[in-house]
């Protein structure tokens, strides 16, 4: 018999394929879980001001999704930074502040929360490493990918080896952004332009992060995908900071997006 209060997380058809037989992962909705309310799902986030027991049961539902104990699923302080922890087996349930972990042992879940920033998971299936990543704009434009990438190469992954996805995130049609905004990214580099397109607001523009992420990803030299997936419409799938904002709304959910080395 199926267990009703499991989630049904998102699945990345990539790493499905190329390292289903190594890890388990999945993208998780806000369905599923006990929080009413503005945060009515799965909210999984310790820094939203949702009632602690039930986000305590939302994450343990997760962890039991991955048929493992609360204990084990691993999550950060994030703080939109490059910063990457490696996680395991002496593992106590710290939350350092950065914004990514990669493992070499079987049984703990890594999981990013996000509410429009990117949550990448990533598997290296012939070295058995993961990593999951929390990339808004600063994270991707700073270098959490490549962090991350260069982390799980300390592990013993090769980047040729290296499968990613990018999982529900804002995109470019629902992202304005300001022109000092433009310009930190064009201080960085020129072509950056190209994530920009006209907002019809004057110096305003319309900023394509997934599309920053996936090519910093590809650029990196590891394979990945987008599964395309806006959080800021999709009110019954997802939380968005954006849109609470715009509703002016006293506080927003997390999901959680989680990948664990099979045993």
Known sequence: MTDQTLPSPIESPLLAARAGRVAQHGFFTRA??????????????????DERDNVMENRARVARWFSVGPERLATVHQVHSPDVVVVDERYDGARPRADAMVSATPGIVLGVLAADCGPILFCDPQARIVGAAHAGWKGALYGVLESTIAAMEGLGAR??????????????????????????????DAAYDR????????????????????????????????????????????F????????????????????????
């Open 32 to 49: 599923g879980g006990v929080s009413e309310g503005i945060y009515r799902g799965l909210n999984v986030g310790l820094g939203s001001q």
């Open 159 to 188: 980047r040729e080896d290296i499968v990613a996805c990018l999982g529900p995130s804002i995109s470019r049609r629902n992202y304005e952004v300001g022109p000092e905004f433009v310009e930190r990214f064009l201080g960085v």
């Open 195 to 238: 994530y920009f397109t006209p907002s019809g607001k004057p110096g305003h523009a319309m900023f394509d992060l997934p599309g920053l992420t996936t090519h910093r990803l590809t650029d990196a030299g590891v394979t990945a995908e987008n599964l395309d997936l806006c959080t800021y419409p999709d009110e019954e799938r997802f």
């Open 240 to 263: 968005s900071y954006r849109r609470t904002t715009h509703r002016q709304e006293p506080d927003y959910g997390r999901q959680i997006s989680a990948i664990m080395i099979r045993g």
